[in-house]
C-alpha cells in the first residue's frame, strides 16, 4: 500500500469516477446535442488493460470505490469481463447508466461484482422521455430498472435532475413511483457542464426549491448528518423510505469532498470543474512504472481546489462537458 491521496486542504480521497466512455445513446437535451459529440477516437481510449492497472495504482493509494459512468457505460464492450477485473482489485463498484440495456446485462454484471447501480430517469411519461432524450426508449429504462432489483444491485437509486418548464412538475409523481416500486431516488441540481454553455443559474430547479415542492406531498424530515455524500437525505412520510437532493450547485459538498476522476481517455481530474487535467494515458504507454503513476496522480491531487467556484466572479465552465468527464 502507498500514503493515500491527500490534497493541500487534509481531504483524503477514496472515490473514483472511472468513464467508460463518452459515447451515449441517448441524447438527454440539458447534456448533449441531437447530432452528438465529436467521440474520442478509439486509440485514445484506455484498453481494458489499461484501465485495470491505473485503477490499481488509485487502489494501492486509498481509493476503495469506485463509480463506472459515462458517456454510457453500459456500451463498452464486454463489460462484465471489466467489472470482474476490477472487483478482484477489492473494491466496491456501482454504476451509472440511462437504463437502456440494463435488463440484458444486469445479471451478468451483479455476478461478476457489481454491487449496485444508478439509473437516471427525468420523466414516467413515455412522450416527455422522447422529447427530453430524444428517443424513443422510456419502457427500456423501466425494464432496466426492475431487471436491476431483480439481478440484487440494491439498493437501486434513480437520479433526476429537474429543469424548470421541462418536468419540475413531475418531482411528487416521480418520488411516489420510485417508493412504490422501491427505487431510492435522488434529486439533482442542474450543474454549468452542457456542451451548450445553456446553463442559467437564475433558472436552476435549487434544493430548496425541490423540497418545497416535495414538501407539498410529503412530510420530509432530515436523515442526519450527509457526511462526505453528496445526497441530503429526509425521510418520507416518517420512513423507513428517503429521499435525496443532491444540492451540487447551491449547497455545495466541496469541503468533504472525497472524489476523483479518470477520463475514458485516461486523464485524471481533481474536480468535475476542474480547467485542468493530468494525463495518465501518455506515461503509461511510454512504460513508466507504477511508481511514476503514483507519483504523478499525487501531483495531480495535491493541486486541488477548495471547491468548485460556481458563481464567483472569474468561473469559467470546464470544456469537456459532463458527458466527457464522467457524470
Ligand atoms: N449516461 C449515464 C446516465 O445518464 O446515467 C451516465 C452519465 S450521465 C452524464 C450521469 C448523470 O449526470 C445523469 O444522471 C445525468 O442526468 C446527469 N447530468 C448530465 N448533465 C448534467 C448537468 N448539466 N447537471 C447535472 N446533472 C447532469
Ligand atoms: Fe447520455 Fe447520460 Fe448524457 Fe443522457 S445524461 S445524454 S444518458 S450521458
Not at 418531482?171 to 431510492?184: F, I, K, T
Not at 414538501?215 to 435525496?244: I, M, N, Y
Amino acid at each position: 500500500m502507498r500514503a493515500p491521496l491527500v490534497d493541500g486542504f487534509g481531504r483524503v480521497h477514496t472515490d473514483l469516477r472511472l468513464s467508460l466512455t463518452d459515447r451515449c445513446n441517448l441524447r438527454c437535451t440539458y447534456c448533449m446535442p441531437a447530432e452528438g459529440l465529436d467521440w474520442l477516437p478509439k486509440p485514445e481510449l484506455l484498453t481494458d488493460d489499461e484501465l485495470v492497472r491505473l485503477v490499481g495504482v488509485f487502489a494501492s493509494m486509498g481509493v476503495t470505490t469506485v463509480r463506472l459512468t459515462g458517456g454510457e457505460p453500459l456500451l463498452r464492450r464486454g463489460l462484465p469481463g471489466l467489472v470482474a477485473r476490477l472487483r478482484a482489485l477489492g473494491l466496491s463498484l456501482s454504476l451509472t447508466t440511462n437504463g437502456l440495456g440494463l435488463e440484458r446485462q444486469a445479471q451478468a454484471l451483479k455476478d461478476a461484482g457489481l454491487d449496485r447501480v444508478n439509473v437516471s430517469l427525468d420523466t414516467l411519461r413515455p412522450e416527455r422521455f422522447l422529447e427530453l432524450t430524444r428517443r424513443d426508449r422510456f419502457d427500456d429504462v423501466v425494464a432496466g430498472l426492475a431487471a436491476a432489483r431483480r439481478a440484487g444491485l440494491e439498493p437501486v437509486k434513480i437520479n433526476t435532475v429537474l429543469m424548470r418548464g421541462v418536468n419540475e412538475d413531475e418531482a411528487a409523481d416521480l418520488l411516489r413511483w420510485a417508493l412504490e416500486h422501491g427505487y431510492a431516488l435522488r434529486f439533482i441540481e442542474q450543474m454549468p457542464l452542457d456542451p451548450q454553455h445553456g446553463w442559467d443559474r437564475g433558472t436552476m430547479v435549487d434544493a430548496d426549491e425541490i423540497l418545497e415542492v416535495l414538501g407539498r406531498s410529503f412530510a420530509l424530515t432530515p436523515v442526519g448528518q450527509r457526511g462526505s455524500a453528496p445526497a441530503e437525505r429526509f425521510f418520507v412520510d416518517g420512513g423507513p423510505a428517503t429521499v435525496g437532493v443532491i444540492g451540487s450547485v447551491s449547497r455545495p459538498f466541496c469541503a468533504s469532498c472525497d472524489r476523483l476522476r479518470l477520463t475514458a481517455d485516461g486523464q485524471v481530474r481533481n474536480c468535475l470543474f476542474a480547467r485542468d487535467e493530468s494525463d495518465l494515458r501518455a506515461p503509461l504507454r511510454d512504460g513508466v512504472d507504477d511508481d511514476e503513476l503514483a507519483a504523478r496522480l499525487r501531483v495531480a491531487v495535491a493541486g486541488k481546489k477548495a471547491g468548485h467556484g460556481i458563481g464567483e466572479p472569474g468561473f469559467v465552465q470546464p470544456d469537456r462537458p459532463m458527458s466527457a468527464i464522467g457524470g
